[in-house]
Nanobody, 123 residues
Framework: QVRLVESGGGLVQAGGSLRLSCACA??????????MSWFRQAPGKQRELVAS???????NYASSVKGRFTISRDKARNTVYLQMNSLKPEDKARYYC???????????????WGQGTLVTVSS
């Protein structure tokens, strides 16, 4: 079984920074992960892609966060980070980690979602 464990959410003032972390773990170890991404969902809104990072180093950002957020991956630790700077009240949401095409030593998984971590930005 594969799981994603997120951390780093919290309360921050507008203009502040937070760093989210998401570690992918599986019994027996992970061989590869294709894309690791961060999504967010605000109350009453649909879940949206914030940023994604491929195994080859390509990244993609939502226009609303470009220039403020940075996604990075530590492939050796199967971990993805989201550095969030210049936070705005509209960034308030539950942030979810997502991984797709995960291969372990014994199985392959199409996708896995984390439980989410709450980010609150006060004005």
């Amino acid at each position: 079984q594969v799981r994603l464990v997120e951390s780093g959410g919290g309360l921050v003032q507008a203009g502040g920074s937070l760093r989210l972390s998401c570690a992918c773990a599986a019994s027996g170890g992970i061989t590869s992960i294709n894309v690791m991404s961060w999504f967010r969902q605000a109350p009453g809104k649909q879940r949206e892609l914030v940023a994604s990072g491929t195994s080859t180093g390509s990244t993609n950002y939502a226009s609303s966060v470009k220039g403020r957020f940075t996604i990075s991956r530590d492939k050796a630790r199967n971990t993805v980070y989201l550095q969030m700077n210049s936070l705005k009240p509209e960034d308030k949401a539950r942030y979810y980690c997502h991984a797709d095409q995960i291969a372990t030593k014994s199985a392959r998984y199409l996708e896995v979602w984390g439980q989410g971590t709450l980010v609150t930005v006060s004005s």
